[in-house]
């Protein structure tokens, strides 16, 4: 199943859905949200998917807490308020008797407004970083150190360009 026909899935207002990928469980969009809301408040990841075209939200677990117990698939049902659920081959589909997934764009916004203002905030602090690094280059004066001193400089702007990765 493609990221768009799960996204297609999430978009319907009857159903949540959790699909089975590798060992965990995720949903997407909406029912990212719904999760969050509603049954436990995972992270919430944001990313372009170019097949997509748009930001799509994630929301995962491992399926060993549905397996093990800890996060059941009846309070799951009882959380979101599900008339019933059916445990397919790729994942778990519950029917819905009431539309939950309200404020979506409001909620999607406000979590792409947080991830760029993060990307934004590392973007400026690898600026200033690597205008640390051109200051540190132009100051040192190479005519008046040793080769030795000179190798150890460039094992100091190793280090500095490793804190930045």
Aim: glycine residues 4%; contains cysteine.
């Amino acid at each position: 199943m493609t990221i768009a026909e799960k996204i297609s899935i999430s978009k319907e207002k009857a159903c949540f859905a959790l699909f089975r990928e590798g060992m965990f469980y995720k949903c997407y969009n909406e029912d990212a949200m719904v999760f969050a809301q509603w049954v436990k408040n995972y992270k919430i990841s944001c990313k372009y998917v170019k097949s997509v075209g748009a930001e799509v939200l994630s929301l995962g677990f491992p399926a060993s807490e549905v397996e093990n117990g800890i996060l059941t698939l009846a309070n799951i049902s009882k959380a979101i308020g599900a008339v019933s659920y059916k445990e397919e081959s790729d994942g778990i589909v519950f029917s819905l008797n009431e539309d939950i997934k309200l404020n979506f764009e409001k909620f999607q916004a406000a979590i792409i407004t947080a991830k760029e203002s993060v990307v934004k905030k590392e973007s400026s602090d690898n600026d200033t970083n690597i205008q640390k690094l051109v200051k540190m280059i132009r100051e040192f004066d190479l005519a008046n150190h040793t080769p030795m001193q000179s190798l150890a400089f460039i094992q100091e702007l190793k280090t500095h360009i490793k804190t930045l990765a």
